[in-house]
């Protein structure tokens, strides 16, 4: 055998190597009763509960921030976020999180924030001007 062909041989196992590896870390977006039925991890997408209780004492323990979230489907759950607490994060308006069910709680190892548009009173303006 050529060279080139063992280095493509090996080039074509690497690949399929990372390919099969980064599709273990792939979740897919579900609610929390989803969440407990596949036991694996998944992304659950929702809105804060502002009004109960959220937990952060970064002296004590900075990558443990927990707070309660409502899904898709109208479902309460606490969640334990594995990391610190983010900033703003009370004025977000929806929190998507990657992680899966541990008992009663959903265990998070990360999340994104969709934060109010900067421009939103700009675009309500805009609408007001043309109707």
């Given amino acids: 055998m050529k060279k080139i062909h063992i280095i493509a041989i090996v080039m074509i196992v ?21 969440a ?42 606490k969640v334990v976020l594995l990391g610190a607490k983010p900033q703003d994060f009370e004025l977000s308006e929806q929190v998507v ?6 008992g009663p709680n959903f265990i998070a190892s990360e999340m994104l924030l969709k934060c109010p548009s900067k421009y939103k009173d700009e675009e309500e303006f805009l609408k007001i001007q043309e109707g």
């Fill in 36 to 77: 407990v039925a596949s036991g694996k991890k998944v992304k659950v997408a929702g809105q804060l509960i502002k009004e109960k209780e959220m937990y952060y004492d970064p002296e004590k323990d900075p990558n443990y921030f927990s707070f309660y979230l409502r899904d898709i489907e109208g479902l309460e759950k």
């Fill in 97 to 102: 999180l990657t992680g899966k069910i541990n």
């Fill in 14 to 34: 690497l690949a399929i190597g990372v390919l099969f590896m980064a599709s273990n870390d792939i979740a897919t977006y579900s609610s929390f009763s989803e």
